[in-house]
Each structure stands twice: as C-alpha cells, then as structure tokens.
C-alpha cells in the first residue's frame, strides 16, 4: 500500500514521497488534470478553444501567407492548364489587412515575366492569374502580335496564338486613349487586340496579358492593374487533372502527375 512520510537521501535533504514515488524537489508533484466528462459543458468549452485557435491560425495563414487558386480557363495556355491548382506566395508582394488600409510589405516587387495572382477590376471579387509584360514607366506597343517593350522586340517563347482566329477592335480598348505615348493622334487611334499602342504605363500601375493571347482577356482590353491588387505568386502546383476528360470521377482518374510542382515560368 502507498504511503506517505518522510525519508532522508544520502546527502541527508529530506524528500517527500507521494504515492510511493519520490519526489527529489521536496514539493509536492504537479497531477495532470483529468480530462472533462465527454459531452460535458467542459468538455464543450475544450473544444470550442481549440476550434477558435484553429481558425485563428488558418486565417492568418490565408490572409498573409499562402493561398490557393484553380486555373478554370485557357488564358495561360501551354503555361498553365485548366485544372491545375496552384499554392500562391502572398508573403513574395504583402498583402493588405482585411478591413483596413494597412498594406504589410513584400520582401519582392513585380517584375517583368512575372506571372501573378490579382483582384480583378472588371469582375468585382474575382481573382485573376495573368503574366506581368509592362512595369511602371514602360513604354509598351503590340504589331501583328508580336509585343515591344521600351523600343525593343520581345522575346516570348510561352506564348500561344491560333491562327483560325482574325484580328479585330473592341470598344473596351478605349481605356488606352488616356494613356498614349507623345506625339500619338488620339484621333486616329483605332487599336485593335493584335495591334494597339504605344502607351505608357503610369506609376503603380502594370500591364498584364495571358499567354494564350487570342483566348486570354486582359490589359488590353480592362485596362492595368494597381499594385495594391496584386495577391502573391504561384508557388507550387500541388495537384492536376485534365477537367474535360472523357473518363468517370476524371478528378482522380484523369490526374496528371507529371505537372505537379514548381510552375513553369
């Protein structure tokens, strides 16, 4: 049977023993507090604890650090395909704090080629992946499809065009009146998706086109994006499948295994 008393260590400090176990600090032994009755108020207000720090941490992890986002059509094709969902770097270019102006910074700026995840002016609450093409201060220009920048061609091995489609205007493309190059007519200004420019892009603002350039809406039509838009870089593709696959359950059974990783650029 345990008892309770008293005995000397060899030093000849006195130690407490408790339920037959010494205790070498002389205290009393710290007992772990039983666990609440299942289904019982205490154990409710456990739970509700560890469900609050949950969120609590998911949202920090959602709003300032990383993201997902599915790719759902063609405007970045061969780059990135529908059905590829993607992990986005929000720490890369900051992120704002919801309901505020407060804006915590990046450790990066947008660069050119860059492909980025923003908020959509055209489509409020939707978010949008495009690549960078024009930075702040650049003079930008498109000729039979083929992009200049600053005076000089581009280089632009990622692109997809398709031929079966013909140039045409569109009076969304209005926008660019505002924003064209010195000594270019505003009055005989008829740009058109292949053809348009030049214009130079304004402080904090940036020019963004998909890579499928006759399937993709984007700059040249909505306009530029703000900085302050912009959410993060795609980081990782984490998983695939081909969505207009013929096959049953197609988001297992028409998995593509080979696009999982780090995006191309």
């Known amino acids: 049977m345990a008892s309770?008393?008293?005995?000397?260590s060899a030093e000849g400090k006195a130690e407490e023993t408790i339920d037959g176990e010494s205790n070498p600090g002389g205290g009393k032994r710290a007992r772990r507090r039983?666990?609440?009755?299942?289904?019982?108020?205490?154990?409710?207000?456990?739970?509700?604890?560890?469900?609050?720090?949950?969120?609590?941490?998911?949202?920090?992890?959602?709003?300032?650090?990383?993201?997902?986002?599915?790719?759902?059509?063609?405007?970045?094709?061969?780059?990135?395909?529908?059905?590829?969902?993607?992990?986005?770097?929000?720490?890369?270019l900051g992120s704002q704090v919801p309901g505020t102006a407060l804006r915590i910074p990046g450790y990066t700026e947008p660069e050119f080629g860059d492909i980025i995840v923003f908020r959509a002016d055209h489509a409020p609450g939707l978010d949008i992946i495009k690549r960078t093409v024009g930075l702040p201060g650049d003079t930008l220009w498109m000729t039979d499809k083929v992009l200049f920048r600053n005076g000089e061609r581009v280089d632009e091995p990622y692109t997809v065009h398709d031929p079966?489609?013909?140039?045409?205007?569109?009076?969304?493309?209005?926008?660019?009146?505002e924003h064209l190059a010195p000594g270019t007519d505003p009055g005989q200004y008829h740009p058109t998706r292949d053809n348009w420019g030049p214009i130079v892009i304004p402080p904090e603002r940036y020019f963004m086109l998909g890579d499928n350039r006759e399937q993709s809406l984007d700059s040249r039509y909505w306009g530029l994006v703000e900085r302050r838009k912009m959410k993060g870089k795609p980081l990782f593709i984490y998983y695939s499948y081909?969505?207009?696959?013929?096959?049953?359950f197609r988001i297992v059974t028409a998995m593509r295994p080979g696009r999982i990783g780090p995006p191309p650029d």
């Open 164 to 177: 079966r489609q013909p140039d045409a205007p569109d009076p969304s493309m209005v926008w660019q009146l």
């Open 4 to 8: 309770r008393g008293r005995t000397r």
């Open 242 to 248: 081909d969505r207009e696959a013929a096959k049953p």
């Open 34 to 92: 039983p666990a609440p009755e299942r289904f019982s108020s205490a154990w409710f207000v456990d739970w509700a604890k560890t469900l609050v720090f949950a969120a609590v941490i998911f949202l920090v992890f959602r709003t300032f650090l990383l993201a997902t986002f599915v790719i759902t059509s063609g405007s970045m094709e061969e780059t990135l395909l529908v059905g590829d969902f993607l992990l986005v770097n929000k720490v890369a």
